[in-house]
């Protein structure tokens, strides 16, 4: 999302849409670059390098 970016939210209908096309949002993706790690040393830095994302249950390997 991008300021001024158009979407429709309707809580009854439980719907998040975003008003623009594909075109649009698979240039962003291909913009878009992961940020810095906030940690570079220490234990926070180590578990970061170690731990994965939520997605896929945020266990090591």
Not at 11 to 27: C, K, S, V
Request: contains cysteine; hydrophobic residues 40%; charged residues 25%.
């Amino acid at each position: 999302m991008e300021e001024g970016d158009v979407i429709t939210i309707d809580a009854h209908r439980q719907l998040l849409q975003l008003n623009f096309d594909e075109a649009l949002l698979q240039e962003r993706r291909n913009r878009w670059s992961p940020p810095a790690p906030r940690y570079t040393r220490g234990v926070l830095a180590k578990f970061a390098q170690l731990a994965m994302p939520a997605s896929r249950g945020a266990c090591n390997g």
